[in-house]
């Protein structure tokens, strides 16, 4: 193994060895900086590496459910330590068992994660009418990401008309993701999104936090859509 190899597994054992460490900075710590370190190659030991650290975050879980934001942030690195490529059925029965823990922040990583690895899944169309805003705006997401259907584009307007801000910044979250997907798109496609992003605008003075500042961030990305296209 190569040094940054033996790096990225250290940072996993370190991940693994610090979540029950009283202080959770400790681990979240070790995990951006495993997020912001460039893996220059992949090797099966890294990936079963990881496979143990995300059993340990569901066993942990199962014994106590405020390990719920360790597990989340251990599932948001499966693609980016496993390659499409590695995907095989011990991870997806992994990431089915994380599917199905009664946690919402938990369920909709997951969902992030398999629209990745198995974006056809029909998991996705079964939850874009959840409750959970988490767990619809990710399955809009990959549903949308395949083909963006007139009906997925009045699901994102029934978020952003929501009277809940928590569904308004998810809402305001889908377009943002949307504008990067699209941005090379036919014209035909960027004009479907054109009624979500006229909307945007008017969030940017929301009274709740948490919308006003999802719009803003949204909103410099339709600008700089904006000029790209100019």
């Known amino acids: 193994m190569n040094s940054n190899q033996v790096l990225v597994i250290s940072l996993i054992d370190l991940l ?3 979540m029950e460490e009283p202080n959770k900075d400790l681990f979240f710590n070790k995990y951006y900086q495993l997020r912001n370190l460039s893996i220059e190659k992949i090797t099966p030991k890294v990936i079963n590496s990881y496979k ?15 390990y719920n934001s360790m597990l989340s942030a251990i599932i948001s690195l499966s ?14 029965e992994t990431l089915q068992i994380c ?13 992030t994660a398999l629209g990745e690895f198995d974006p056809d899944s029909e998991l996705f169309k ?5 409750k959970f805003n ?19 584009v009045m699901k994102v307007e029934d978020f952003l008309n929501s009277s809940n801000p928590f569904f308004i910044a998810s809402g305001i979250y889908i377009v943002g993701q949307l504008i990067q997907y699209y941005q090379n798109a036919t014209r035909s496609e ?10 945007i605008n008017f969030y940017c003075k929301h009274p709740h936090e948490m919308v006003r500042k999802r719009a803003l961030k949204t909103f410099t990305q339709i600008e700089l859509y904006y000029k790209a296209i100019a």
């Open 16 to 18: 693994s060895s610090s």
């Open 52 to 66: 143990k650290l995300l059993k340990r975050g569901i066993l942990l879980f199962n014994k106590d459910r405020n």
């Open 79 to 92: 693609y980016y330590i496993v390659p499409v490529e590695y995907f095989d059925a011990e991870l997806f």
């Open 99 to 111: 599917y199905n823990l009664p946690d919402g922040r938990v369920k909709a990583n997951t969902l």
């Open 126 to 130: 079964e939850n874009i009418d959840s």
């Open 134 to 152: 988490r767990i619809a705006s990710e399955a809009i997401l990959v549903e949308a990401k395949k083909k963006l259907t007139n009906n997925l």
């Open 190 to 199: 960027i004009l479907k999104l054109d009624p979500l992003i006229k909307k």
